[in-house]
């Protein structure tokens, strides 16, 4: 039975339904033969009433159990399933584990409780059976872990020097973002991706989605994202899977994402803003590629000097406006009259904004008098200097 075929579902609760009502209707006219058994009176004396009561009794269990099988049968099952489809490996494996391991200890102590009198032993020992059945798949479940440590030790001690194994941190699901953006190809090759990537397949969907608009940009970006799960899929440095997931009754992609992230206690890249405050609020850690290129950009200290192509002019007079090579904006004044020049400038304050950073720099021209250089300087660098 699976959760993506409503049909059967509807067929396997109808029966469910219509077994419970035969079996609630033995169990309801046994129950009133019994009654009658063991009663006197008018239910014993006049046949009619007899028969009446029996049939009553025989309807209210086939009521009962006619609405209570589904919840019996049908439920559990689809809790169970969605449960497995939805957990981690490693989760369902220390769950079993701890399952096994608390039938064990229920079998022991229900031998040395074997001798108790009135049953006493019998009753104590299911008690027992089902706190350590609890208990055990908790706890197998939590410390998960620990055995995917072990098994990965065992397996690592069988690697080879030609073969390494793929690295096993904390997995990344991928966002659209992501995919989209392209740098996570460089970010893997360079090794900092220490778990495996995720990607679920309503993510593939959406880039689907992307790829066929009707939007030319729209549709390069889609098709940029589709090549770039190719490539992660099919490079070497690291291990990129698919997972086909679906979430009944979640229809919006980041709330999908957040879910799929706490249930594999993953990390989520992303670099959608709105979908990062999500799943800050959840509690799901994010990576942000543009965080990343912020941190490791060249730091540049107020009094070096730096060379920069001049490509347009700025907003005050005498400015020119350049670009490093990464993106990064600087302000050159005495740079307005010096356009399409490569010229050599002395910075003098870097400006960090959410945007990413800002350099200002100052251009000494060589062939201007000393008082004209000082009156075209920043503003903020004639105060320093008074």
């Known amino acids: 039975m699976s959760l993506r075929n409503p049909a059967r579902v509807r067929r396997a609760r109808t029966l469910s339904r219509f077994v419970g009502a035969v079996v609630g209707m033995v169990l309801g006219v046994m129950y009133g033969l019994f009654i009658l058994s063991n009663s006197t009176g008018v239910l014993t004396d006049n046949r009619s009433v007899a028969l009446a009561a029996v049939l009553a009794a025989g309807v209210a269990g086939a009521a009962a159990l006619a609405l209570a099988g589904p919840l019996l049968s049908v439920e559990p099952f689809l809790w169970l399933e969605r449960t497995l489809e939805e957990a981690p490996a490693a989760q369902v494996v220390g769950a079993t584990a701890g399952l096994l391991v608390a039938l064990l200890v229920s079998a022991l102590v229900a031998v040395?409780?074997?001798?108790l009198p009135w049953g006493l032993g019998v009753l104590v020992s299911l008690c027992v059976a089902c706190v350590l059945v609890y208990v055990g798949v908790r706890a197998g479940s939590r410390r998960r872990e620990v055995l995917t440590e072990v098994f990965a030790r065992r397996g690592a001690a069988h690697e080879t020097a030609d073969h390494l194994a793929p690295l096993d941190g904390q997995p990344v699901l991928l966002d659209t973002s992501v995919l989209i953006d392209g740098r996570i190809v460089d970010v893997a090759a360079a090794g900092f991706m220490p778990g495996r990537?995720?990607?679920p397949s309503f993510v593939l969907e959406e880039l689907q989605r992307v790829a066929?608009?009707?939007?030319?940009v729209r549709r390069a970006k889609g098709r940029r994202g589709l090549d770039i799960v190719d490539?992660?899929?099919?490079g070497s440095d690291v291990v990129c899977e698919v997972i086909d997931i679906e979430f009944p009754g979640r229809t919006e992609v980041d709330s999908q994402l957040v879910k799929l992230a706490r249930l594999r206690s993953a990390a989520l890249m992303t670099q959608d803003y709105n979908l990062t405050r999500l799943a800050q609020v959840e509690g799901v850690r994010v990576l942000n590629l543009n965080t990343l290129a912020?941190?490791?950009?060249?730091i540049v200290a107020s009094g070096e000097t730096m060379t920069i192509a001049v490509v347009k002019e700025g907003k005050e007079p005498h400015q020119g406006v350049g670009y490093l090579e990464d993106g990064t904006m600087v302000v050159v004044e005495n740079g307005r009259h010096h356009l399409d020049e490569t010229l050599l400038v002395t910075v003098t304050s870097v400006l960090?904004?959410?945007a990413g950073r800002m350099i200002f720099a100052v251009y000494d021209e060589p062939d201007a008098p000393r008082a004209a250089r000082a009156s075209r300087q920043p503003r903020a660098a004639r105060v320093a200097q008074r």
């Open 112 to 115: 040395l409780l074997a001798p």
């Open 197 to 199: 990537l995720l990607i």
């Open 212 to 216: 066929d608009s009707g939007d030319p």
């Open 231 to 234: 490539e992660l899929r099919n």
């Open 294 to 298: 912020n941190a490791v950009k060249p």
């Open 352 to 354: 960090q904004t959410a």
